[in-house]
């Protein structure tokens, strides 16, 4: 069980170094600070959109699942950004958006 766990930690963390590595590696030789800026950008739109710092976790379990979880919901709110040819910002305000109407037009709870 434990290197089931283990294992998740590291595919999870191996996806995301990935993800941010190539980009990161190409910026890199551009410009001495890209590594740096693509790291920060990573981490502003990780918590901005997943609401990663959101936790309130007390078990370290817990707050691993969240914090995976949250890489992990990233992570494809990012390709379908690419996809789209969206920001993680638009896309994420498109989805509130189209929830919020739907409430407006067919609210759970009905006031007298």
Known sequence: MVHEVKKFRVQIFWTISQQDGRAAEEKSEASPGGIRWTVEQFHREDKQITGLECCQCRLGRSQRNHLGL?????????????????TVYQLKQGLLDSYLRQELVNPPVVFA
Not at 70 to 80: D, S, V
């Open 70 to 86: 949250a890489n992990l919901t990233w992570l494809r709110i990012k390709q379908l950004a690419y996809q789209t040819k969206k």
